[in-house]
């Protein structure tokens, strides 16, 4: 059972940034991790990293946001600048294992105002 502790989120004015954090524990077999909102009816992709490093963005993140990791610390950071109200939204971290199982942080608000 892998745990996933989030931190970081909060309300923030347009053109300001904010770090989401999040610490996966109880595995030593994390895979990919990354970080999803929630849009209407699905969570959607907002940066994925594995292990080696390959990063996929999001279109609309892309140039704004910057998701790295800590691979000793099985810990994920989603660095947000430049953020727009339309980013506002519960962020999900999200850890997969090497053995193909998925798991998911409790969620953390982010409210951008403008």
């Known amino acids: 059972q892998v745990q996933l502790v989030e931190s970081g989120g909060g309300l923030v004015q347009a053109g300001g940034s904010l770090r989401l954090s999040c610490a996966a524990s109880?595995?030593?077999?994390?895979?990919?991790m990354g970080w999803y909102r929630q849009a209407p009816g699905k969570r959607e992709v907002v940066a994925v990293i594995?292990?080696?490093?390959?990063?996929v963005y999001a279109d609309s993140v892309k140039g704004r946001f910057t998701i790295s990791r800590d691979n000793a610390k099985n810990t994920v950071y989603l660095q947000m600048n430049s953020l727009k109200p339309e980013d506002t939204d519960v962020y999900y971290c999200?850890?997969?294992?090497?053995?193909?199982?998925?798991?998911w942080g409790q969620g953390t608000q982010v409210t951008v105002s403008s």
């Open positions: 999200n850890a997969k294992t090497t053995y193909g199982s998925d798991f």
């Open positions: 109880g595995s030593i077999f994390i895979g990919a």
């Open positions: 594995t292990t080696n490093g390959r990063i």
